[in-house]
């Protein structure tokens, strides 16, 4: 089966650091993803790891290690514009389809 | 840059009614995908298609489900018989070879 946990919510202060932590138990893995989602909208891809390690991309990172099943989300420098939620997706075996974990939804406040 | 359009952004049916929901992915990929999301939960698979058949489906994806790529560049999600259960936001997502699923800005279905 495919479990993908990750908290439900969390508050960080504008220009701050925050990491969004994302564990998965799948069948099969083929990459996880980092995904936005503003209320309402679609999701917006973020970030991608298929090896271990930082991929960093300007404000934002993602680290994944495979052993560990494990993979987090690092934004730097918080903008009140990065409140959203956050969503952890994992692409197993077939047919390339994403299985998402519930997201995490971030509240920066002033 | 291409994106992936769908329409209509809301619809609003009757229950018992059928409802098509349309897509145009992005033209040169080759993966298409609907997911669902109920208000407040998390994104669901409902089922991929590849090389004009389905390729995965999920538990959600019943016989009142079907998909179909009528022509070159539409791609359908036809509910027969609508239930409250159904209301939700509908993404199309397509893929071009083993890069990011790139979502359409959904529907919005509320079944009434």
């Known amino acids: 089966g495919q479990n993908i946990d990750q908290p439900t919510e969390m508050t960080a202060t504008e220009g701050a650091i925050v990491q969004i932590n994302c564990t998965y138990q799948?069948?099969?893995?083929?990459?996880l993803f980092w995904y936005q989602q503003h209320a309402g909208e679609a999701p917006t891809f973020l970030s991608y790891?298929?090896?271990?390690g930082l991929e960093e991309k300007g404000r934002f990172s993602s680290f994944l290690s495979r052993s560990k099943g494990y993979s987090y989300l690092l934004l730097k420098e918080l903008q009140m514009k990065d409140s959203a939620s956050y969503l952890c997706?994992?692409?197993?075996?077939?047919?390339?389809?994403?299985?998402f974990g519930g997201g995490t939804r971030l509240m920066v406040k002033p | 840059e291409p994106e992936v359009t769908q329409t209509p952004s809301h619809q609003v049916t009757q229950m018992g009614q059928e409802v098509i929901l349309r897509c145009v992915p992005i033209?040169?990929?080759?993966?298409f995908y609907w997911y669902r999301q109920i208000l407040g939960q998390k994104v669901e698979f409902l089922v991929s298609?590849?090389?004009?058949?389905?390729?995965?489906k999920s538990e959600i994806f019943d016989d009142q489900f079907s998909v179909e790529r009528p022509d070159g560049s539409n791609f359908t999600l036809k509910i027969r018989s609508t239930k409250l259960e159904d209301s939700a936001m509908y993404f199309c997502?397509?893929?071009?070879?083993?890069?990011?699923?790139?979502f359409g800005q959904g529907t919005r279905l509320t079944v009434v």
């Open positions: 033209s040169n990929h080759l993966y």
């Open positions: 997502a397509s893929i071009g070879g083993t890069t990011e699923a790139f």
């Open positions: 790891n298929v090896l271990d």
């Open positions: 997706a994992v692409r197993g075996d077939a047919g390339n389809m994403l299985t």
């Open positions: 298609f590849y090389n004009n058949e389905i390729s995965e």
């Open positions: 799948t069948s099969g893995f083929n990459g």
